[in-house]
């Protein structure tokens, strides 16, 4: 298969699917149920389904690429990333339907279970969290981190263990990030190119891939940052717009599928820290307001307030988002 037909599935089934089927569902949009976002106006969710036709293209490609012999960074990601998206994508669809806000944060749900009661942000967190796992497992046999410790069952359980923390973690931030028009997918779209970059150059020391030429290296890349970027392009205006949300079951599919590309290519101590870094954030949103530290930064302000339609005097400043996400949602 040659580095084109690469470039060819990557540019079809990862930008021209979603792109094509959010469409055709715009106006399904309009009959979705509402959420009010941060300037008091009824949004409607929705914007979520881009994650159902991205996972189905992501799926295609990964058999398209492993008929052509393409190696483990785009066949294998894909082939992970499809049904990891669809998880997130299901369980955050539960939280947006069923979810209560009277339950905020792991705080807020943990102390419901203690109880003996489950919220759907908590079944939000154990279900990622297992798929996350599952996903990390796999991962474990091509991703450096993985190959560091082939000849040691703890350090690769604990590793594992790092991973699948790492995707859940990063799935919940970037729904904490969804409290603004396109907040989180600009901060997918941060996350997720530095991983594309990440595991393509891990790809080329994978044992049997070291012959890749630098062609094959430079096709998967396209291949895969097409796929990374598919999503953003297919709903940018809509959430950029305020025309449409992507609640729970947008937002946690981008962070669980960032996450994904950043760890498969991480060492040992990258993903220690990467793992590291995502709980820090998490936990720390229990206590502060990102939109108040976005606010008060002058960088963090101008890029976060990039696309959006212009702010109006009046809007009120809303409250934090915690984790795992309650039904509401301001993005």
Do not use: C
Not at 294 to 302: E, F, G, P, T, V
Request: no cysteine; charged share 10%; proline share 6%.
């Amino acid at each position: 298969m040659s580095a084109l037909a690469w470039i060819a599935a990557g540019l079809a089934l990862g930008a021209g699917v979603p792109w094509l089927g959010m469409r055709m569902f715009a106006p399904s949009l309009a009959a979705s149920p509402v959420r009010t976002n941060f300037r008091g106006r009824e949004v409607p969710l929705g914007l979520g389904v881009v994650w159902v036709l991205w996972a189905g293209g992501a799926m295609a490609a990964s058999l398209i690429v492993a008929s052509g012999d393409a190696g483990p960074a785009p066949g294998g990601l894909l082939i992970l990333a499809g049904p990891l998206a669809l998880a997130a994508f299901a369980l955050g669809l539960v939280d947006d339907a069923l979810g209560s806000p009277d339950e905020r944060g792991f705080g807020g749900h943990f102390s419901a279970l203690a109880k003996g009661r489950l919220t759907t942000g908590m079944l939000k967190l154990l279900g990622i969290s297992v798929a996350s796992l599952v996903v990390a497992a796999i991962v474990s046999g091509f991703a450096p981190w993985g190959r560091g410790a082939a000849g040691s069952l703890p350090a690769r359980v604990a590793f594992t263990l790092l991973a699948g923390a790492a995707i859940a973690l990063t799935s919940n931030l970037l729904n904490l990030l969804d409290l603004r028009p396109g907040r989180a997918l600009k901060g997918y779209t941060a996350l997720v190119l530095p991983g594309v970059a990440i595991a393509v150059a891990s790809w080329s020391r994978v044992p049997g891939v070291r012959s890749a030429t630098a062609v094959d290296l430079a096709a998967g890349a396209v291949m895969l940052a097409l796929f990374a970027l598919g999503p953003v392009v297919s709903v940018w205006a809509e959430d950029l717009g305020e025309r449409a949300m992507l609640g729970d079951a947008g937002a946690n599919p981008a962070g669980a599928v960032a996450a994904l590309f950043v760890v498969a290519g991480l060492p040992g101590w990258g993903l220690v820290l990467y793992t590291v870094g995502v709980l820090a954030l998490n936990l720390a949103s229990e206590r502060w307001s990102f939109s108040r530290v976005i606010a008060a930064n002058r960088l963090l302000s101008y890029l976060d307030g990039l696309g959006r339609l212009p702010a109006e005097p009046s809007t009120p400043e809303s409250s934090p988002k915690t984790s795992p996400q309650s039904t509401t949602s301001d993005g």
